[in-house]
């Protein structure tokens, strides 16, 4: 239930993204100025308490922002499979209803009808679908719109 309320939050409100995607970028630039400062701090200042000193500020700086750069893509990129994992789970459910209420209509024995055929079809799509989601979830939506029309 949270991971479906987050998922609906980075996807509904653009400023969520924006916003992200600022921070992103002043955490990118606090770890190129952090390393830039260890490096030429490295290369001026002898070995004394106060250089050991700015060196593990430094040091401390670049792994906090590294370390937020790197959550960002982690969850971003769990967002987007969490997505693509809802879409997939709605085709799911969606060809299961469809199948129940074929089987429910048809008495039993009776040979296979067009209806039949139709959902197998449909199924086939769902397999297709499933198997080629791209990272933004495209395939499986034009895989239901399809299905849709094709009923």
């Known amino acids: 239930m ?3 309320t987050i998922n609906k939050f980075w996807h509904s409100q653009e400023y969520v993204k924006k916003t992200s995607w600022v921070m992103l970028t002043l955490n990118s630039y ?3 100025d952090s390393a830039r400062q260890l490096i030429e701090h ?3 200042y ?3 308490c106060e250089a050991y000193s700015l060196a593990l500020y ?3 700086n670049l792994l906090i922002s590294g370390g937020s750069v790197f959550l960002f893509f982690v969850m971003r990129r769990l967002l987007d499979i969490q997505g693509q994992l ?3 789970r709605a085709l799911a459910k969606e060809a299961a209803v ?3 209420q074929l089987l429910d209509s048809q008495p039993s024995g009776a040979p296979a009808s067009e209806q039949h055929r139709k959902l ?3 199924l086939s799509k769902l397999d297709r679908a499933i198997s080629n989601v791209s990272g933004d979830g495209e395939a499986a939506a034009a895989a239901v719109r399809a299905a849709k029309l094709n009923q």
């Open 2 to 4: 949270v991971q479906g």
């Open 58 to 60: 430094f040091q401390r």
């Open 120 to 122: 197998q079809h449909m």
């Open 46 to 48: 002898a070995a004394s």
């Open 86 to 88: 809802f879409e997939t």
């Open 98 to 100: 469809q199948q129940q």
């Open 42 to 44: 490295n290369k001026i």
């Open 30 to 32: 606090y770890v190129y």
